[in-house]
């Protein structure tokens, strides 16, 4: 059984940093896409970024390029999310995503697992 657990989120100020963990368990990631999504209260959910394990090349939503950053470490089997110059808007739950097969796509329903989600909350 997949399992991802994600951890990191938390409250910070206008301009601060969060660094976002999503730890995967249940099988070898190698052949899988790796995304995190978020969701504000009363919107859709929304790609943020996501990565082919297998190669580790990123792919970054317009609304986080140059702020955010997804990473992978293996021998951990672990994904980050490292967000620098947050903004109030960028307040949701973020949610860690796989999918099976290794492309990355932005859209939820193309995503078989999903963690229970980390609050982030950046105040003004």
């Known amino acids: 059984q997949v399992q991802l657990v994600e951890s990191g989120g938390g409250l910070v100020q206008a301009g601060g940093s969060l660094r976002l963990s999503c730890a995967a368990a249940?099988?070898?990631?190698?052949?899988?896409?790796m995304a995190w999504f978020r969701q504000a209260p009363g919107e859709e959910r929304e790609f943020v970024a996501g990565m082919t394990w297998i190669t580790g090349n990123p792919y970054n939503a317009d609304i986080v390029k140059g702020r955010f950053t997804i990473s992978r470490d293996n021998a951990k089997n672990t994904v980050y999310l490292q967000m620098n110059s947050l903004q109030p808007e960028d307040t949701a739950v973020y949610y860690c995503a796989a999918r099976d097969s290794g492309a990355v796509y932005t859209r939820p329903p193309l995503y078989d697992y999903w963690g229970q989600g980390t609050q982030v909350t950046v105040s003004s």
């Open positions: 249940g099988r070898t990631f190698s052949k899988h896409a």
